[in-house]
C-alpha cells in the first residue's frame, strides 16, 4: 500500500490514497511538496528520522495509518498543551470540488474556484443547517491582509443565528445554499 505525505501551509498531510503532485497541488491551495512511500514500514520510518519522533509519537501515526477506516490525517508536530504531536482524522480532501485553503474539520471550508472564494459553515441544530457564501471583494481584500485568522471570525459570524454577515450576503446575491 503506497502512502503519500503532502505538505502545505504549516501542516502535513498523510494520505493512503495516493496522488499524482499536480492533484495535490489543484487541491490545496497552499500546496508545497508531497512524498510518496511504498509501504507504512518507509513512513514510519522517515517520520522517525526526519522529525526525531519517539516510540510513543510514532504509534499515535501507526494507529491512523493500520485503521481501515482512516483515508487521511493531520499530523501536527508542534502539539497542544504537553502532547509533541498531534493527529486528527480529516475526510478524504480529493472528492472536494474546489481548492482548499483553510478548514476545520466538519466546522467550516474556506476554497477557492477559479477567481471565487467561498466559505461554507456548519450552523448545527435539528435540521443539520449549514451556509455558504461567496466572499465580497471586500472580504477577499481582508483575507489576502489578514489570513487565516480573519476567515475564522468570518466562519464564526456566518455561524450566528442571525447572522448579519449572512443576511449581507444574501442581500448581495452570494448566497450558496
Keep these: ?49 526526519r522529525y526525531k519522533l519517539t516510540e510513543i509519537e510514532l504509534e499515535k501515526i501507526n494507529i491512523l495509518l493500520i485503521d481501515p477506516n482512516t483515508e487521511m490525517f493531520l499530523v501536527d508536530l508542534v502539539g497542544k498543551e504537553s502532547e509533541i ?11 472536494e470540488k474546489n481548492e482548499l485553503i483553510f478548514w476545520e474539520e466538519w466546522n467550516w471550508t ?18 443539520d443547517i449549514c451556509r455558504e457564501i461567496k466572499l465580497s471583494d471586500s472580504q477577499i481584500k481582508k483575507f489576502i491582509e489578514n489570513g487565516k485568522d480573519f476567515v475564522k471570525k468570518l466562519a464564526n ?3 450566528e443565528f442571525n447572522s448579519e454577515k449572512y443576511n449581507e450576503a444574501i442581500n448581495e446575491n452570494r448566497k450558496i445554499l
Design 1 to 49: 500500500m503506497e502512502i503519500d505525505i503532502v505538505y502545505f501551509n504549516e501542516e502535513m498531510l498523510i494520505s493512503k490514497i495516493t496522488a499524482d503532485w499536480k492533484i495535490w497541488q489543484n487541491k490545496l491551495f497552499y500546496y508545497k511538496s508531497s512524498l510518496t512511500f511504498g509501504n507504512i514500514i518507509e513512513i514510519l520510518d522517515y517520520i522517525k528520522v
Design 85 to 95: 504531536v498531534e493527529v486528527k482524522k480529516i475526510s478524504n480532501i480529493l472528492k
Design 110 to 127: 474556506f476554497s477557492k474556484l477559479n477567481n471565487d472564494y467561498f466559505l461554507w459553515t456548519y450552523v448545527g441544530g435539528i435540521a
Design 157 to 159: 459570524q456566518l455561524a
